[in-house]
């Protein structure tokens, strides 16, 4: 049996996603929280699309699709190539399991139904223990600016598929969002025996949520070990764009561009082996371990070091 340790994890999409189910089978039932990015939300045909979420809940329900690492397993695509046919926007990848999911969060949320009650009901449907938490209710939505302008998150991601360079990432709704309830009592439960910062990208998937005013602030204020997962192996990502937009941005795709950007918030920082040389310059508690997960063995182990890492830290004095 898991001994009981309320843990809270700041999560994106497939990388936390991994690193949230590992924990979520080494914790007892309920005592895992997870604080989800919404800057990646989007309004696409008509719906309300939240990947970061939907990623999580289909990975904590043994839903997710392996082959692609997003969406649903056994996914069919009726309704894409019906939508093609007619000549619509084909660009971003609906399937008609994955529509359903969209279809109920726009209904529901055309009702007045807020995203974090949406959410919760989602989870309870497919049989989620783990709550996952909008980290607001309100519309915060990341856009990034390129050479030739401004463009919308998923526009960049995929429409134009990460490539042209980032010069400037923006927050559009952030500076009035208000931080969901739920999250603040969760950070600042006395009983939180530790924060982890998933190995999502530090850029569009942690920062928007740290961005929502309050809760940069209340990860900082946590009486636990807040630690961070580095999302980077030997100066590259094991998926997605956070490697080219360190670069892009001038930090650089390192270990330490990633401590940077929590610097203010960090009791401890895991990397792979493959970085444990990086590790004395980084002025912060580490450990090394392997941070690939490719199965769910790992995903498990990985959640095991880094409690196990959560623990030292909070059992030494000061």
């Known amino acids: 049996?898991?001994?009981?340790?309320?843990?809270?994890?700041?999560?994106?999409?497939i990388g936390g996603a991994k690193l949230a189910l590992g924990l979520a089978r080494v914790l007892a039932p309920g005592d895992l929280t997870i604080i989800?990015?919404?800057?990646?939300?989007?309004?696409?045909?008509g719906l309300h699309v939240s990947p970061d979420i939907d990623t999580l809940v289909y990975t904590l329900a043994g839903l997710a699709n392996p082959e692609l690492?997003?969406?649903?397993?056994?996914?069919?695509?009726?309704?894409?190539a019906t939508l093609e046919q007619l000549g619509?926007?084909?660009w971003f990848r609906l399937g008609d399991g994955d529509l359903a999911m969209h279809v109920m969060r726009t209904h529901r949320r055309a009702q007045g139904v807020p995203l974090s009650t949406v959410t919760a009901d989602i989870c309870a449907a497919l049989g989620v223990v783990p709550r996952v938490l909008p980290a607001t209710d309100d519309s915060v939505r990341t856009r990034v600016r390129l050479d030739e302008g401004w463009l919308d998150f998923q526009d960049w991601f995929v429409g134009r598929r990460a490539a042209p360079p980032v010069r400037e990432l923006a927050f559009d709704g952030a500076a009035t969002?208000?931080?969901?309830?739920?999250?603040?009592?969760?950070?600042?439960?006395?009983?939180?025996?530790a924060v982890v910062v998933c190995p999502?990208?530090?850029?569009?998937?942690?920062?928007?949520?740290l961005c929502v005013p309050g809760l940069r602030e209340a990860v900082r204020a946590c009486t636990a070990p807040v630690v961070a997962v580095s999302?980077?192996?030997?100066?590259?990502?094991?998926?997605?764009?956070t490697a080219a937009m360190l670069n892009d941005l001038g930090a650089g795709a390192t270990v330490g561009a990633v401590v940077e950007r929590y610097r203010d918030l960090l009791d401890g920082f895991v990397l792979d082996e493959a970085d444990a040389e990086a590790a004395p310059a980084l002025a912060v508690p580490t450990i090394a371990t392997k941070t690939l997960m490719l199965t769910l063995a790992d995903r498990i182990r990985l959640a095991e070091d880094v409690l196990a890492f959560?623990?030292?830290?909070?059992?030494t004095p000061g």
Do not use: C, Q, Y
């Open 1 to 13: 049996m898991a001994t009981r340790r309320k843990v809270v994890a700041l999560s994106g999409g």
């Open 36 to 45: 989800a990015n919404v800057g990646d939300d989007f309004e696409h045909l």
């Open 69 to 80: 690492g997003w969406g649903r397993t056994g996914e069919t695509w009726t309704f894409m």
């Open 88 to 90: 619509g926007p084909a």
């Open 177 to 193: 969002a208000r931080p969901l309830p739920a999250v603040l009592d969760a950070l600042a439960d006395p009983e939180l025996h």
């Open 200 to 209: 999502s990208n530090p850029l569009i998937s942690i920062e928007p949520i």
């Open 231 to 241: 999302p980077l192996i030997g100066g590259r990502a094991v998926k997605g764009p």
């Open 310 to 315: 959560a623990d030292r830290i909070g059992a």
